[in-house]
C-alpha cells in the first residue's frame, strides 16, 4: 500500500523557509522580490491560478502585480508591456498566463520576456540552460517534481522512469532532468506520447511513472508494477452529482493503482501546490541573481 506524497504539506513548509528569508532581506532594508503576471481574456482556469499565485505572494511577503488585458488586445500592446516589466528594475520576474487569444503569436511572447525575468522557464535560453545542466529557472511544476522527490529521499539513481506526454511545459522537460547526472536524476528515461503503441508495456516495467496527459483515470493498477512510484501532473474537472457539479480528477486511477505503488501524489493536493510554489523559488532567486541595484 502507497505511501502518500504530500505536495502541498511540503509546499507549506517551503513557503515557510522562503517567508523567513524574506524577513531577513527586510530586515537589512532591502525591498521584498516583486513577482508580476500578465493575464489577457476571462478564461476561469487561468484567472484562478493568478488570483493563486497573488495570494502566495502575500502569503510570503513578496510583492505583486496583476496586469489585466481583454481578449481583444493586440500583440503590439503585449509586447509593449513586457518590455516595460523587463526594463522594470522592480520587478524581479513575471509570467504571462497561457494560453493566449488566437491574435496572439505565443511564441513571440515567449521570446519577448527577458530570461533573467523569466520564472516560469519557457524562454528557450533558460531551456537550453537546463538541457546542458547549467544553472537556470526551471519549469515550475518539473521544479516542484524535483523537489517532492528530494525531499522525500526518493531514489532515482539507475531506476526505470517512464513519463506520459511530451509537453514542453512537463513531459520533455522532465525526460531531461530525470536524466541529468544529478539527484534526483540519474535514471533511465522513457517519453511515451499519443504515438506510442501499447504503453502499458513501458509503465508495467518502470520503477517511476510520471503522467502528465489531462486524461482522467487514464494510469489503471493492472499498468504498473509492484512498489512502483506514480507522479500524478494530471487535474481535468470531472462532472459529478456534488454540491459543485464537478470534482478534480487526475491521469491516476487513484483507486486501483494505490494498493500497488509504493509512493502516489493525490489529486489535489500532490503536484499542484508544489507548482505554485515553485514559482516563489524561481522568484526568489531571480531577485538574488539581479543584475539590477534598487
Known sequence: M?????????????????????????AKKRRAPHLAAILVG???????????????????????????????????????KIR???????????????????????EKIILAIDPRKDVDGFHPENFGKMALEMDTFLPATPFGILTLLERYSIETKGKHCVIIGRSR????????????????????VSLTHSYTEHVERFTKNADIVITALGDPGFLKGDMIKGGAIIIDVGITRVEDSSEKGHRL??????????????????????VGPMTRTMLMKNTLLAYKTSVYDD
Open 84 to 106: 516595460e516589466l523587463n526594463a522594470s528594475k522592480s520587478v524581479d520576474g513575471f509570467i504571462v498566463q497561457l494560453p493566449l487569444p488566437p491574435q496572439i503569436d505565443q
Open 249 to 270: 480528477s487526475g491521469d491516476v486511477d487513484f483507486e486501483s493503482c494505490f494498493p500497488k505503488a509504493s509512493w502516489i501524489t493525490p489529486v489535489p493536493g500532490g
Open 169 to 188: 511545459i512537463v513531459g520533455r522537460p522532465m525526460s531531461i532532468l530525470m536524466g541529468r547526472k544529478d539527484f534526483p536524476g540519474n535514471a533511465t
Open 2 to 26: 502507497a505511501q502518500i506524497l504530500d505536495g502541498l504539506a511540503l509546499s507549506r513548509q517551503i513557503k515557510k523557509e522562503i517567508k523567513e528569508e524574506v524577513r531577513k532581506i527586510l
Open 42 to 80: 476571462n478564461n476561469g482556469a487561468s484567472q484562478t491560478y493568478v488570483n493563486s499565485k497573488v495570494k502566495d505572494c502575500e502569503e510570503v511577503g513578496f510583492r505583486s502585480s496583476l496586469f489585466k488585458f481583454p481578449s481583444t488586445v493586440s500583440e503590439s500592446e503585449l509586447l509593449e
